[in-house]
């Protein structure tokens, strides 16, 4: 027999890499919940390549081995689809990566890639850093971006200090984000992305993310919008023109909560100001392939499958939890102890409407259930305790089945207080700027029966009865002992 030559393994590398493609295809023809189950992984693969394992197999090995020179060399210089060593790619990211594109990309004809991450922390630097480059065309440029200010607190850190406190990186806050001429009369020559996050984390801000996609384009930028809290089974921004969508894949997709994880899902030629068009043609490629591939922040092998496994559900599950939030939101709204209970599902909340345009159960319309579009809010609201920081830190510590824990996304019922946890480094201003008060209580209900939920915060909540104080303008200081001190 003769001996493949590179020629030989160049062809076979096209034929691969055709059949991938038109199995994408295939499974971009089903349902949401099908490509959730499935994801890329098909019944062939298993049988050709994978002993027949019906779930997609961990693939723990750091690095690929090759059949000769010919086939290394072919596969090192990117010749054919490889995987060569795990800090870059592995077919168990592989498998998790497609399957995010297409659930992203859902019920469009959107091309998008996926470049999974060890944290959604690392999803968020994989995303912006590509804009934030020495431009050759203009080296005395300095530069910006725009993004809200109502953003997850390890966000607000990596912005305020890592780019602009440490490398004078201007972050341009934009402070109401559905104020669209807001969002514009911020950007300038040197702005290299807009970026935001909706519904945000834990203040549930929400714009028109299909105007601020127009606004960003109109400038040759990109839009950027971390989508962790929606998850695609309510919201897709891409569909909507955004150009980048970033997920703590830790919180909702893997509601399990095993483990830490992230995920850049980007459309194929996307618009910006940089000159690299490696960059803009396949930014999910290209972060995998280059920056990443020298900085290191890719997904393990095991994070992924884990990952994987939890999306199976993700659709029903988000619909069973964004209900009982409703049930929890609602009795929460009516008791006496509770000063303000935001959740996007109230009608009360200012951005009701807006949400109602964009936060819609995936394929509810298909779903005997429903047999039409039906709204659902996600299971992350937050509530204000009357009374103050100590009151509500009272109330929090009586809680004896819903953990005390800073998290979110999870199966398990989950509540924290910001201001004293994931909001306590940005400081007393910023909380103020993004209304982050010290009474408030950030709660994920998750799939235990809402009843139950409601029970544990009904006997946390009697601490409360028959002294309750009445505050009249709200604290943005993190309480605590000097003020627990002054109540005695
Ligand atoms: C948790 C969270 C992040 C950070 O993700 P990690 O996986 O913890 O690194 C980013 N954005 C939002 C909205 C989050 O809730």
Redo the contacts with the bound molecule.
């Keep these: 027999m003769k001996k493949p030559n590179l020629e030989h393994y160049v062809d076979a590398g096209k034929r691969a890499t055709q059949w991938h493609a038109d199995h994408k295809k295939r499974m971009k023809e089903c349902k949401f919940d099908t490509i959730a189950v499935h994801g890329i992984y098909s019944m062939q693969e298993a049988l050709d390549f994978n002993q027949g394992s019906t779930i997609e197999p961990i693939y723990m090995s750091a690095s690929q081995g090759f059949r000769d020179s010919d086939e290394m060399e072919a596969a090192l210089s990117y010749q054919i689809p490889t995987w060569c060593y795990s800090r870059i790619g592995n077919p168990s990211m592989y498998y998790l990566e497609g399957a995010l594109a297409l659930l992203e990309t859902y019920g469009t004809d959107i091309d998008a890639s996926c470049c999974a991450t060890s944290?959604?922390?690392?999803?968020?630097y994989s995303a912006c850093e590509p804009f934030l480059v020495f431009d050759k065309n203009n080296p005395t440029q300095e530069m910006n971006f725009v993004a809200t200010c109502q953003?997850?607190g390890?966000?607000f850190q990596q912005f305020a200090v890592r780019k602009d406190e440490e490398r004078n990186i201007k972050w341009k806050k934009v402070i109401d984000s559905s104020n669209i001429e807001e969002w514009e009369s911020l950007i300038d020559e040197n702005t290299r992305f807009l970026y935001g996050?909706m519904p945000?984390?834990p203040g549930q801000s929400f714009f028109d993310v299909e105007a601020v996609a127009k606004v960003a384009h109109k400038h040759g930028i990109p839009l950027i919008i971390?989508s962790?809290?929606a998850t695609p089974a309510l919201l897709r921004p891409l569909a909507y023109g955004a150009d980048i969508v970033?997920?703590?894949?830790?919180?909702t997709m893997t509601t399990s909560g095993f483990g830490?994880?992230?995920a850049v899902i980007a459309r194929k030629n996307l618009v910006s100001n940089i000159d690299n068009d490696f960059m803009k043609a396949d930014f999910g490629m290209y972060i995998k392939a280059l920056p990443n591939r020298d900085i290191g922040p890719n997904i393990s092998p095991m994070n992924a499958i884990l990952t994987l496994n939890d999306l199976r559900t993700l659709r029903s599950k988000v619909d069973l939890m964004s209900r009982s939030t409703m049930k929890v939101a609602e009795w929460l709204e009516k008791h006496p102890h509770i000063e303000q209970v935001d959740y996007l599902g109230l009608e009360s909340h200012p951005l009701h409407e807006l949400a109602k345009k964009y936060l819609v159960l995936v394929d509810s319309e298909y779903d005997d259930l429903y047999n039409e579009k039906v709204n659902r809010y996600g299971h992350l609201m937050s509530f204000r305790v009357k009374g103050g920081a100590q009151a509500t830190r009272d109330v929090f510590d009586g809680l004896q089945r819903i953990f005390r824990a800073t998290?979110?996304?999870r199966i398990k019922s989950i509540a924290t207080i910001p201001a004293i946890s994931?909001h306590s480094q940005q400081g007393e201003e910023a909380r103020k700027l993004a209304d982050v008060p010290a009474n408030l209580i950030r709660l994920n209900v998750g799939a235990e029966h809402p009843d139950d939920v409601i029970a544990d915060l009904e006997q946390a909540l009697s601490v409360l009865d028959g002294h309750v104080i009445e505050t009249s303008s709200p604290e943005y200081s993190a309480g605590g002992a000097s003020s627990a001190r002054l109540r005695k």
């Design positions: 944290s959604g922390m690392a999803a968020i953003v997850y390890g966000t996050e945000s984390n971390d962790t809290v970033i997920h703590s894949v830790t919180k830490v994880s992230g998290d979110l996304g994931t």
